[in-house]
């Protein structure tokens, strides 16, 4: 078998099974943040959380299947190892921007639920002004 073929079977192996743990891990720890963020909606949290999950699939897949291509011709053990911490590599850092991203979002939403809590309402008119003589 071409060391090239080898070289894409890996990658898909190994990118795929990084990507479904990341998910999973993601989804788990991220729901009780999410029930936080939303306030003890529950409902809304896991509807959310299974939201942001397919998306995570859908665009780290993409990307790893987008990525799969390679131009050079793969002639030996060193050449598979080469390629894969390449590709590895770049796969490990878009899922970690996807997963910084999704906290930056997620924590401007949480803080902001929180300033919205903590402000305190508007002071009820203490009393009417009477209209001047020219108005």
Do not use: C
Request: hydrophobic letters at 50%; zero cysteines.
């Amino acid at each position: 078998m071409d060391l090239t073929v080898v070289a894409y079977v890996i990658y898909l192996l190994i990118s795929v099974a990084l990507t479904v743990w990341v998910a999973r891990t993601l989804s788990h720890n991220g729901r009780i943040f999410l029930a936080d963020v939303l306030q003890g909606n529950e409902k809304l949290a896991d509807a959310v959380n299974h939201l942001l999950v397919v998306g995570f699939y859908l665009v780290n897949l993409g990307f790893v299947a987008l990525y799969l291509n390679q131009d050079d011709v793969i002639t030996d053990a060193r050449g598979v190892f080469e390629a894969l911490s390449t590709k590895l590599g770049v796969v490990l850092l878009v899922l970690g921007a996807m997963h910084l991203g999704n906290v930056y979002v997620l924590n401007k939403i949480r803080r902001r639920g929180v300033m919205e809590r903590e402000q305190q309402p508007p002071v009820p008119p203490q009393g009417w002004v009477a209209p001047t003589a020219g108005a």
